[in-house]
């Protein structure tokens, strides 16, 4: 059974980065069936996918996000993380990692999601 970890600090200063990880387990992080995203959705408000890494190391972000995004990976801890720097309090949502099906949009399995609240 796959399983998906967030963890990261539940409180964030503005301009800080934000950084958190997302630990996998029953499964390898570094397969060509899936990718693997981080999605976030703020306060009364609808998902926002911000962005991916592939089995191959490559990585895309949301138009929007791209230039405070950065999603990594060690697989040796099988983990992958996001920092979103420049936080503002417009960031805050409960974030999630979530592992997604090559060439689709679906998404087999998801974290509990971490809540993230940016206030100085």
Known sequence: QVQLQ???PGLVKPSQTLSLT???????????????SWIRQPPGKGLEWMGAIAYSGSTY???SLKSRTSISRDTSKN????????VTPED????????????????DYWGQGTQVTVSS
């Open 22 to 36: 997302c630990t996998v387990s029953g499964g390898s992080i570094r397969t060509n069936y899936y990718y693997l």
């Open 61 to 63: 972000y949301s138009p």
């Open 92 to 107: 805050t949502a409960k974030y999630y990692c979530a592992r997604g099906v090559v060439s689709t949009w679906y998404y």
């Open 6 to 8: 967030e963890s990261g």
């Open 79 to 86: 983990q992958f993380t996001l920092q979103l720097s420049s």
